[in-house]
């Protein structure tokens, strides 16, 4: 609500730029619907000034909150309703000002007489404002914080001062030709006198606890504390100021009732703690609320958001009702005086009309909520009644509304084709979060099989969708990858162009060839076709001297989009130990474990050039040695870790490196027999030192997979790649490698 305040007061500015200065003119300017609840009267106030162009300067009288609803009105006539409702009055000045206060003070100094008009306001809020008006200075000792209603006509200054002393009886009025002086009298015999008075007003009946009253005029804090003498109770009272309470009569009370009663008059409340009654003042709204009464219209024939548009402007602008569009009703919260004629006004509208009448309606192909959800809101209010077979309605019409509603009925319960839509590689979920325009979720319906649905709808509109489909339902492109991972020593992997000491002349023989790289041809990446014939004999001999290690050499596969993960590792469990309270260490029951090696995910995709996008995160982690020698210690692990992100076309390789780790191995060497000596045998051992540096090297080549497998056969792959690599009668140059 607090946002739709402050967007209706932006609103409001705006409207106010399009407005003149003329103040004749804007006390006409209209004003639309507006509705405010609980809200500063003086922000209201801006409010209407912002619409008429006006300037309004409300005084430190003008207090407390506003709800209200105003109807289209004009700014001249919303002043009237304002000063009738609480008590304001307007004063608009030539220059277009308009000054709002609770006091209206007309004074003619040639005759010295005023007339004095003031609602809800401070005693002493009223002796400033008078001494401003007469212009004559007015002393007055603390006034009593009460607000109250004053009229006077044509009176003096003196004795309208008389008049409003005569709520006061504890002060008194010193006139003088300079200055009025209001002095509070202080406490005499007189004083003494009435203490007496409202101690013989109040009586008690102690054998039945009740309390009589009978006081014309009396002080709240005297009354009280002669009340609590008489109860034997105490209390702590928590008001700021007393206030003067008049002719209370009240018999055969109990304690409790006495004492709201009298607060009820003064304006505040109590609680009981610790037998001890707290008496605190409380806002006068507050205590209003509890004689309001709450009923509730259940409305018939009408509905509920069409009342505020059906009663008249002078009911419709209060706020003694709520609208329940849920259950179509209408709350009542107010006095009988303010509600009955709203309530009144409802229930003679709320009938229902001569020339209307139930009618059934029976549905062949849609369901009744369906169906009423599309007729227009004339011929559904009251909201019709379903019943309980679900395929029927009743609705309340006149014959004419019941024509209208046939002939609807006729043009929307039509049966609707439907045809089961298969599938042959889409899925129905992921089909139905993606439907191709220009269809919508309303045509189709789940058939609770992945591979088909139901589409509603005509044959045009499923010969559309079915070319729509053709396009569409395709299978996936399928990638292949190709994937060798090799651990090289010292760094060599990444060196894979190594140039010959000699020159290379074809072999004598294909047996020959073979035995040059028969550690190659074991292997199912094609590394004689992907990176050539001296790369492929360098790694022969690397792995033929255990410089070079393959890990892994195997073939994967994977839907376009989708992604496939490759490990190699090794999982280490421990058992987790706790040391109790005797020293001994436990088991706890919890195992942890670590996992160390290569982790590997792959994911690709084909676009529509059949170039293949991949990312790939590549992890190598090891574990190292425990600071803990238990059991039950974790070691730490070392990772290395590479993402990259490539695209390239269906058959070349990818080579990602960088993984590398330094290894430091410690061995011991002795001499024999002596070495094995306890302590002397020190000084024939020797330890030694040495750090290995490997790399490891990830060769992948995607393949765009079209389904084609042809029989492979070793030996005509070893004559392909003899003869690809040494013709018949030729010499292979060396340049041609370098």
Not at 61 to 68: A, E, K, R
């Amino acid at each position: 609500m607090k946002g739709k305040y402050r967007i209706l007061l932006k609103l409001l500015i705006l409207f106010s730029l399009t407005t003149t200065l003329n103040p004749q003119t804007n006390l006409e300017t209209p004003i639309p619907s507006l509705e405010f609840r609980n809200k500063p009267l003086t922000d209201v106030l801006l409010a209407m000034g912002e619409i008429g162009g006006l300037s309004i300067l409300p005084d430190e009288t003008v207090t407390g909150n506003i709800t209200y609803r105003f109807t289209e009105t004009s700014l001249n006539r919303l002043m009237a309703l304002l000063s009738q409702e609480y008590g304001l009055f307007f004063d608009l000045s030539s220059q277009g000002t308009i000054s709002v206060s609770r006091v209206k003070i007309l004074y003619k100094a040639e005759s010295n007489l005023l007339t004095f008009k003031a609602n809800q306001v401070d005693v002493s809020i009223i002796l400033k404002k008078l001494s401003c008006s007469i212009r004559k200075t007015i002393l007055f000792d603390p006034m009593p914080e009460e607000q109250i209603n004053l009229y006077s006509q044509n009176v003096t200054p003196a004795r309208f001062l008389s008049i409003l002393l005569t709520r006061f009886p504890d002060y008194k009025l010193i006139e003088d030709p300079d200055y009025f002086y209001i002095k509070k009298i202080p406490e005499t015999e007189e004083a003494n006198k009435r203490e007496e008075e409202i101690s013989t007003a109040i009586s008690r009946e102690e054998s039945e606890d009740s309390y009589t009253i009978n006081l014309e005029r009396g002080d709240l804090f005297t009354i009280l504390d002669e009340l609590f003498k008489a109860g034997e109770r105490e209390y702590a009272l928590l008001y700021k100021s007393s206030s003067s309470l008049q002719n209370l009569e009240y018999r055969n009370r109990s304690f409790d009732e006495m004492l709201s009663l009298l607060l009820i008059q003064s304006g505040g409340d109590y609680t009981v703690s610790g037998g001890t009654y707290f008496i605190y003042e409380i806002n006068r709204q507050d205590i209003l609320k509890r004689f309001k009464l709450t009923e509730y219209i259940q409305l018939e024939y009408l509905s509920a958001e069409d009342i505020p548009g059906l009663l008249p402007s002078a009911l419709s602008s209060t706020s003694f009702y709520k609208i329940d569009k849920n259950r179509n009703g209408i709350i009542l919260s107010g006095s009988m005086e303010e509600t009955l004629p709203v309530k009144n006004h409802i229930l003679a509208l709320d009938v229902p009309p001569s020339d209307r009448k139930y009618y059934p309606f029976t549905l062949n192909y849609l369901e009744p909520s369906s169906f009423i959800a599309l007729l227009p809101k004339r011929l559904t209010s009251p909201p019709p009644l379903i019943t309980p077979e679900g395929n029927s309605f009743l609705s309340l019409l006149t014959p004419n509304q019941y024509e209208e509603l046939t002939t609807l009925k006729a043009a929307l319960d039509i049966p609707c084709k439907t045809t089961i839509l298969t599938f042959r590689y889409l899925k129905a979920g992921e089909f139905l979060k993606s439907i191709p325009p220009p269809f919508t979720s309303h045509d189709f319906v789940s058939t609770g099989n992945e591979s088909s649905v139901y589409f509603k709808g005509s044959d045009e509109r499923w010969h559309h969708l079915r070319s729509i489909i053709d396009v569409l339902d395709t299978p996936k492109p399928q990638v292949r990858y190709k994937l060798l991972i090799i651990q090289y020593q010292k760094s060599h992997g990444l060196n894979h162009e190594i140039s010959l000491s000699a020159n290379l002349e074809q072999p004598e023989s294909e047996t020959a060839f073979l035995g040059t790289i028969g550690n190659i041809l074991s292997l199912d990446f094609d590394i004689l076709a992907t990176f050539g014939y001296l790369f492929s004999i360098n790694l022969d001999a690397s792995i033929n001297s255990n410089k070079a290690n393959v890990l892994a050499d195997t073939t994967l596969f994977g839907l376009s989009g989708e992604s496939i993960r490759f490990q190699n590792s090794s999982t280490y469990r421990y058992q987790e130990l706790e040391v109790g309270e005797d020293g001994e260490v436990k088991s706890t029951g919890v195992t942890q474990e670590i996992s160390t090696g290569l982790f590997m995910d792959i994911t690709g995709w084909v676009s529509g050039d059949d170039m293949i996008t991949m990312e790939i995160s590549s992890t190598l982690s090891k574990k190292g040695t425990a600071a803990n020698s238990t059991e039950s210690s974790l070691p730490p692990t070392s990772e290395r870790l590479i993402n990259t992100h490539i695209r390239t076309p269906s058959g070349e390789p990818i080579i990602i490196g960088g993984l590398m780790q330094t290894e430091q191995n410690i061995s011991r060497e002795k001499t024999p027999f002596l070495g094995d000596i306890p302590l002397l045998g020190l000084l024939f051992q020797k330890n030694k030192v040495t750090e290995e540096n490997t790399e490891l090297v990830i060769y992948i080549v995607p393949y765009l997979d079209q389904g084609e497998r042809s029989n492979f056969d070793p030996i005509e792959e070893i004559d392909r790649i003899y003869t690809e690599f040494f013709p018949t009668n030729a010499i292979v140059p060396q340049e041609e490698y370098l």
